[in-house]
């Protein structure tokens, strides 16, 4: 669906793509966190807020008529490093489980905090649907 960047000789990366080419109509997501649709928390579990937020990207990629084969880009925010690092493997599993096996380009970073004391997870993304 989107043409997969890989410069030649460079080891290719696992999980993530390190860039993406597309055409057609674009779909942005802003930061989603590990909440429900009522901006209630149901867990302080990394990979379940982890989860959590993926469900949230894909509902708002569906309502802009996207899916996550759609998916160009996403950025990572969270709160600690360690945890990440210590959780990928459930991390994986619950990207495979919404996300499917599209890995667009990503960027991951550490911040200070995020806007909800909760969260420990924020994710944005950019989706490209074909003409």
């Known amino acids: 669906m989107h043409d ?3 410069p030649e000789g460079w080891a290719k990366p696992i999980g993530y793509s390190n860039g993406v080419a597309a055409r057609g109509r674009q779909v942005y997501v802003g930061g989603q ?7 209630q928390f149901e867990t302080d579990d990394f990979v379940e807020q982890v989860r959590q937020t993926l469900k949230n990207v894909v509902a708002v990629l569906a309502a802009g008529g996207a899916g996550p084969e ?6 990572w925010y969270f709160t600690d490093k360690a945890e990440y ?22 960027a991951a970073m550490q911040v200070t905090a995020l806007i909800e ?6 994710i ?4 490209v649907v074909p003409e």
């Not at 690092?85 to 990503?106: D, H, V, W």
């Open 4 to 6: 997969i960047l890989q």
């Open 33 to 39: 966190i590990g909440w429900n649709g009522q901006c």
């Open 70 to 75: 759609h998916v160009t880009t996403m950025t």
């Open 85 to 106: 690092l210590a959780n990928l493997k459930g991390i994986g599993q619950a990207y495979r489980e919404i996300m499917g096996r599209n890995f667009p380009a990503m």
């Open 117 to 122: 004391d909760r969260a420990k997870i924020e």
């Open 124 to 127: 944005q993304a950019i989706a």
